[in-house]
Antibody, heavy 119, light 105 residues
Framework: EVQLVESGGGLVQPGRSLKLSCLASGFTFSNYGMNWIRQAPGKGLEWVASISSSSSYIYYADTVKGRFTISRDNAKNTLYLQMTSLRSEDTALYYC????????????WGQGVMVTVSS | DTVLTQSPALAVSPGERVTISCRASESVSTGMHWYQQKPGQQPKLLIYGASNLESGVPARFSGSGSGTDFTLTIDPVEADDTATYFCQQSWNDDTFGAGTKLELK
């Protein structure tokens, strides 16, 4: 069974940093591109960042470019999101999601981890 | 960015047929996918590539369209289908629609 379990969220002050993790199981992690997608409270979904299976290709949304860094450790089956210079508008539930198929849809999602940026 | 426009909310009775639309600001070919999100849960993939039913998803769900206009159809609607439905395009980077909240009368 495919499982994605996020961790590392919490309450953080504006301007500070936080690192999220996503532990994958039930599939060959190194074969799939992975993503972070967030959802502000009561709002829609926003794609944040993508990383290819071997980390060769990395992309970011303009809203986080230069502040967030996506990475992965295939030996540990773990996806990361290093978030720096956090802003109140980064407050959201952060999901990790597996990208599948040539069209790149998200076929499995974690339960999400909450990040709250507030003083 | 490719903007996806969805109607905000719909209300239907169980047993009826409902169509949820998603319009893209530019062509996304068949790079359109649909997700269902129930309160307190993560999104669940329903349809990928505009019209392909994800494994395990009931055949009551179907998708159609290409280019800029897409539709998710549920026929017949069941009480358990109360949820918000999001479209997502992966043709031009990744963007999501704002979601359509489906309520049952």
């Amino acid at each position: 069974e495919v499982q994605l379990v996020e961790s590392g969220g919490g309450l953080v002050q504006p301007g500070r940093s936080l690192k999220l993790s996503c532990l994958a199981s039930g599939f060959t992690f190194s074969n799939y591109g992975m993503n972070w997608i967030r959802q502000a409270p009561g709002k829609g979904l926003e794609w944040v960042a993508s990383i290819s299976s071997s980390s060769s290709y990395i992309y970011y949304a303009d809203t986080v470019k230069g502040r967030f860094t996506i990475s992965r450790d295939n030996a540990k089956n773990t996806l990361y999101l290093q978030m720096t210079s956090l802003r109140s508008e980064d407050t959201a539930l952060y999901y990790c999601a597996r990208r599948a198929g040539l069209l790149g849809y998200f076929d499995y999602w974690g339960q999400g981890v909450m990040v709250t940026v507030s003083s | 960015d490719t903007v996806l426009t969805q109607s905000p909310a719909l209300a239907v009775s169980p047993g009826e047929r409902v169509t949820i639309s998603c319009r893209a600001s530019e062509s996304v070919s068949t790079g359109m996918h649909w997700y269902q999100q129930k309160p307190g849960q993560q999104p669940k993939l329903l349809i990928y590539g505009a019209s392909n039913l994800e494994s395990g998803v009931p055949a009551r769900f179907s998708g159609s369209g290409s280019g800029t206009d897409f539709t998710l159809t549920i026929d017949p609607v069941e009480a358990d289908d109360t949820a918000t439905y999001f479209c997502q395009q992966s043709w031009n980077d990744d963007t999501f629609g704002a979601g359509t909240k489906l309520e049952l009368k």
